[in-house]
């Protein structure tokens, strides 16, 4: 394979690969003319492609003016190649070479090219109106990805590989950390449990955004701890009827706690609200986790009974 600039007679080339891909896709064809192609690889950009034995594999292309990422597409059959990410750096390193303004991008939203983004360090900085979401990459964030910089690396997908967490039945992705050796009969903790438990079990447990933890009640009280990330919400509904919404982060200036218990009995669910975040944090339960000791909560029947809350239980639920 071979990488380099584009120039104009590359065009037609080019435009087979926008028009064949599977995301993101173009649906009105006269949106993207061909003077749009020659002014962003002449006067207002500068473009980059790959090819092999003549055929153009993928480009991508710059908007100097506007600073922002015009296109970036890998012909499908092509992808996983490194060919996306190649492009990619090489059109930022151009840029960032000669400037220090700050780019941005657009992508629709649950969409693989969203995930590209992400891991290569692009911060999402808003939501559009067309459903699509807008990131930015600064000079200074592309000097740290450059550098390998752990704090772009550790985003959610770094923590469920390094944790090894696993997709979890009410939402999130998790891993059990501890088991208590201990074993307490259930005489000593009541019938409230359905049999013997551990002393205390506790796992790791992370959400990213547009994901939640489903509303669902155990018999043990809860305590959840923050780890990294972004804050996270979770909505408690006590047995008594009322309302708690803790906040789990580091900001304690902002009404944020490290930790946080969950009564037993009580009916909760949590989300991360931060466009493009994620939440990593702990929670601990004694006497220890049973599924046998875990409800998931019925839609209907829980806003019925909670009716003051009918919004927060069907987003959770």
């Known amino acids: ?34 003077t749009d192609y020659k002014n962003y690889l002449t006067t207002e950009g500068k473009g980059w492609l790959c090819e092999e034995n003549g055929e153009v594999l993928g480009f991508a292309i710059i908007d100097t003016s506007g ?27 151009w840029h960032f070479a000669q400037s220090d303004q ?42 740290l990805q450059k550098e390998g910089s752990r704090s772009v690396e550790k985003n959610a997908a770094y923590y469920i590989k390094k944790l090894g967490l696993t997709k979890h039945v009410e939402g999130g992705s998790y891993k059990e950390s501890y088991r208590s050796p201990m074993v307490l009969p259930n005489a000593a903790i009541g019938n409230i449990f359905k049999g013997d438990r551990n002393a205390s079990t506790a796992i790791y447990f992370l959400l990213e955004h547009r994901q939640y933890s489903a509303m669902h009640r155990i018999a043990a009280d809860e305590i959840w701890h923050f780890y990294e990330g972004d804050p996270l919400h979770i909505y408690e509904i006590h047995p008594g009827g009322r309302l708690f919404v803790h906040t789990l982060g580091r900001d304690i200036e902002k009404g ?49 009974e909670y009716p003051a809350y009918e919004k927060i239980i069907r987003e959770l639920t």
């Open 1 to 34: 394979m071979i990488f380099r600039e584009a120039t104009i007679n590359d065009i037609p080339a080019m435009h087979v690969v926008r028009m064949a891909v599977k995301e993101n896709v173009l649906n009105n064809p006269d949106l993207v003319t061909e």
């Open 67 to 93: 600073t922002n990422i015009w296109a970036l597409f890998v012909s499908p059959g092509h992808e996983r190649k490194n060919i996306g990410r190649t492009l990619h750096d090489t059109m930022l390193d």
């Open 256 to 304: 944020q706690h490290h930790q946080c218990i969950i009564a037993a009995g009580s009916w909760f669910g949590s989300r991360c609200e931060v466009l493009g975040g994620f939440s990593l944090v702990g929670c601990t339960v004694a006497p220890g986790f049973d599924i046998e000791d875990f409800e998931l909560a019925d839609r209907e029947k829980l806003s019925r």
């Open 102 to 143: 700050s780019l941005w991008l657009s992508t629709a939203i649950d969409t693989r090219a969203e995930e590209f983004y992400k891991k290569a360090g692009w911060i999402i900085t808003q939501l559009l109106k067309t459903r699509e979401l807008k990131f930015e990459m600064t000079a200074e964030l592309w000097k």
